[in-house]
């Protein structure tokens, strides 16, 4: 006969069953963990970044060094820094009066929206 009771049985069986559960749900972590991983960033990303930074400072330089049209139908004009403060002292030193309505003129002709496209016609009309 049989030296374990039972209950001991019972018990040793729901030992190993939540032994069981943990090892199946530490397999599906591990598992999880394992192929949902991004793979890792490779020299070459850094590479094209660098690059890309050094592009985008590079324009931004020529931007702000050399003249340029933004809207030429305008009349629109992008200026180097230092080439816009010297007119704008010599505007505002002169005569600021006309200086300020010519920056508004400026101001609302470089803002100004076109005109609505016109409507068509009702059939019924």
């Not at 050094?54 to 931004?60: D, F, I, K």
């Not at 030193?93 to 016109?118: D, F, H, W």
């Amino acid at each position: 006969m049989n030296s374990q009771s039972a209950p001991e049985r019972s018990a040793w069986a729901y030992v190993l069953a939540a032994l069981g559960a943990f090892l199946i749900v530490a397999g599906l972590v591990w598992a999880m963990h394992r192929y949902t991983q991004p793979p890792p960033l490779g020299e070459n990303r850094a590479e094209v970044r660098a690059k890309a930074l050094a592009e985008l400072r590079a324009a931004e330089a020529d931007a702000l060094e050399h003249a340029a049209w933004i809207d030429q139908p305008k009349g629109i004009v992008r200026l180097p820094i230092q080439a816009a403060l010297k007119m704008v002292e010599r505007d505002w030193g002169q005569n600021p009066v006309a200086a300020r309505s010519n920056l508004i003129a400026r101001v609302e002709k470089a803002t100004a929206v076109p005109p609505k496209a016109p409507e068509k016609p009702s059939a019924f009309e």
